[in-house]
C-alpha cells in the first residue's frame, strides 16, 4: 500500500477514552492524518487484534494505512498494513519475514549509530526522535531536537517521520530539517476537536 508520512497519528486510548479511539482516528482523518498506528501498551493480544480489526474496517478505503506498534502476532491476524518496532522490539528481519515484502514497516531510530546499523534495505520507513521530552512516552530517549532531526533526517536514505512533543507549530521546522512529516499522540488524542486539531498541522496549505 502506497503511504505518506505528512501526519502519522500514534492512538492512546486512554487519551481518547473521553471522546472515544475509533471517533477520534475518524474525525482526525476527516483533519487530514496520513497514517494510523494503533498503540496500546496495556490490552491483551486479542483485546488489540479487535480493535485493529475495527480501524481496519473504518479505514478501508480512506487511503490511510493502518500500523501496529510493536506486536508482530497483532499485525499479522487483524491484516494490519504494517507494524512499527523500535530497537528493542521484534528484530525487522523476522517482521519482514512474517509480514512480507507489501507490508510497511517502520523502525525507531535516535542516534547516527542506529542510523548506521538499520538494515535499510528491510524497511520502508525511520520514526526520528523524541524530538523534545513527552509524557507520552515514559521511556523516551534523550531528546534530539531540531539539530539532531535535522542530521539524521539528512544522513537517512529512508523516508522519515520526527517524533516526540511535537505540535503544529513544528510543521515548518519538521519540513525544513529534512523530514517527511510529523508523528504525533497527544496533539490530537484528547483534544476537544481531533477534527480541527488534525487540520491545524495543514494551516499553511490554506
Ligand atoms: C512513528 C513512530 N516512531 C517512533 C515510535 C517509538 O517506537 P518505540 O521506540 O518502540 O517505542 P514505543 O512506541 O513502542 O513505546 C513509534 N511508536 N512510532
Ligand atoms: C511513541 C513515542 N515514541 C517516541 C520516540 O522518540 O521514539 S516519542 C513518543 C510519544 C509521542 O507522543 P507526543 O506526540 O504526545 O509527544
Ligand atoms: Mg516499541
Redesign the pocket.
Known amino acids: 500500500m502506497p503511504f505518506d508520512l505528512s501526519l502519522y497519528l ?1 492512538t492512546d486510548a486512554e487519551l481518547c477514552a473521553e471522546f472515544g479511539l475509533e471517533k477520534t482516528v475518524e474525525a482526525a482523518i476527516q483533519g487530514g492524518i496520513t497514517m494510523v498506528q494503533l ?1 496500546d501498551k496495556y490490552a491483551s493480544d486479542e483485546q488489540m487484534i479487535a480493535q485493529a480489526k475495527r480501524l481496519k474496517a473504518m479505514l478501508s478505503g480512506s487511503g490511510v494505512p493502518l500500523i501496529i506498534n510493536d506486536r508482530l502476532n497483532v499485525a499479522l491476524a487483524s491484516q494490519a498494513d504494517g507494524l512499527h518496532v ?1 530497537q528493542s522490539d521484534t528484530a525487522v528481519q523476522e517482521a519482514r519475514n512474517t509480514l512480507g515484502q507489501h507490508a510497511i514497516i517502520g523502525l ?1 531510530i ?1 542516534t547516527p549509530a542506529q542510523l548506521q546499523e538499520a538494515p535499510v534495505e528491510l524497511l520502508n520507513y525511520v ?1 526520528l ?2 524530538v523534545f521530552a ?4 515514559q521511556d ?2 534523550q531528546p534530539i531536537g531540531f539539530d539532531g532531526l535535522a542530521w539524521l533526517a539528512n544522513a537517512c536514505q529512508l523516508p522519515s517521520v520526527a ?4 505540535k503544529a507549530e513544528h510543521m515548518a521546522q519538521v519540513k525544513a530539517a529534512g523530514a517527511n512529516g510529523i ?5 490530537i488524542c484528547g483534544q476537544p476537536d481531533p477534527r480541527l486539531a488534525a487540520q491545524a498541522f495543514f494551516h499553511d496549505r490554506l
Open positions: 500514534i498503540r523500535g525507531s535516535n520514526g526522535g523524541p513527552t509524557g507520552s512516552k523516551h530517549a517524533i516526540g512533543g511535537l508523528a504525533v499522540i497527544s496533539a
